[in-house]
């Protein structure tokens, strides 16, 4: 029988949060993993002693699984491998590895082979294949996503390829997911749970801007555009984003237009940057980054995180399968 993503990562619910960089911090992981889902801290470019405080915040505010996202394009290989390295070495076995995008084959090794579990966000069906074999967890994400696009796939098309060629695999569905009933059309292209990104922007644990929040529960999804204009800090990527007055004229020069704080750090924001506008964030938030997919059609309010895992739970493979799962593979190996 194929595990569901529940028992996979030891889950109450089958059910990942997006580790979306400076939105979601260590608070907004921890309250989602103490719902019973998986949170994820976004390591984005955090490194050596800035990362450390992030990993210290997230082991000490849940025991239950967890993740750290990282970005092998946005830092490169020596960095990721730093990164890499400090995760391993400063967490406990609790925390999994979540990449964003395919790193070389040595990261992947490295990180199963310290025992750690490994989840992988991937945008076709060659790099889903590869992630696989090389014993991730499988996130296949659509262009209905919002924030950088790794693919041209639309979600359930790519579900339903993966699990063609990868009928036992642990495949999660990613994009355009709002509603319940969103997700268990995911689950019926073949998905084993769902990855959610927009709907935990607008969670109370979030560190969005308010204006973030505000501007995605007012939206739906003609109002969000896939756009390459916020490309300073990670570029060569498409992104779906809230439509803006940068989006709608490109052609603008590229002044600062605020100041935020990453970890204690002060940092200019120029128009056009790929950061999003965190509660640390200045400036005229209205021109920046708004990561956002077509799921805001389904969002109206903002709830805590336990509220949005609480609101999937129902749909989503959860313990009680997984306990099944673990009960048979023990008759199997008896």
Not at 88 to 95: K, R, Y
Not at 184 to 194: F, H, N, S, T
């Amino acid at each position: 029988m194929r595990a569901s993503l529940a028992g996979v990562l030891g889950l109450d619910v089958s059910l990942l949060q997006s580790g979306m960089g400076g939105v979601a911090g260590a608070e907004l992981a921890c309250a989602v993993s103490n719902a019973g889902a998986a949170g994820c801290a976004g390591g984005y470019k955090l490194v050596d002693d800035a990362l450390s405080a992030m990993l210290d915040r997230l082991a000490k505010g849940t025991d239950r699984p967890v993740g750290v996202n990282l970005i092998p394009e946005v830092v490169g290989p020596e960095e990721l491998d730093r990164q890499v390295a400090q995760v391993l070495a400063e967490t406990p076995e609790h925390i999994h590895l979540s990449l964003f995008g395919m790193p070389d084959d040595a990261v992947l090794d490295r990180v199963v082979a310290a025992g750690r579990k490994l989840v992988v966000q991937i945008g076709t069906v060659e790099d889903g294949v590869h992630a696989a074999e090389r014993g991730a967890v499988v996130v296949a994400q659509g262009i209905e996503a919002g924030g950088h696009l790794l693919g041209a796939s639309r979600r359930d098309e790519l579900v339903a390829a993966l699990r063609d060629r990868l009928p036992g695999a642990c495949l999660v569905a990613s994009g355009g997911i709002g509603s319940p009933a969103e997700a268990e059309r995911a689950l019926a292209a073949g998905a084993d749970g769902v990855l959610l990104g927009t709907a935990f922007v607008v969670a109370h644990e979030s560190r969005a801007h308010g204006y973030f929040k505000s501007a995605v529960t007012a939206a739906d999804e003609t109002d969000t555009v896939i756009t390459d204009v916020y490309e300073i800090g990670w570029t060569g990527r498409r992104h779906r984003v809230l439509a803006t007055a940068v989006t709608a004229d490109p052609v603008q020069p590229k002044k600062f237009i605020g100041r935020t704080v990453v970890e204690g750090q002060p940092y200019l924001v120029p128009r056009f940057s790929s950061a999003v506008p965190t509660t640390a964030t200045t400036g005229r938030i209205e021109e920046m980054a708004l990561y956002c997919g077509k799921s805001c059609s389904a969002i109206a309010q903002e709830m805590s995180a336990a509220g949005v895992v609480a609101e999937f739970a129902s749909v989503l493979p959860g313990a009680e399968l997984a306990k099944n799962e673990k009960r048979t593979e023990n008759n199997v190996g008896q």
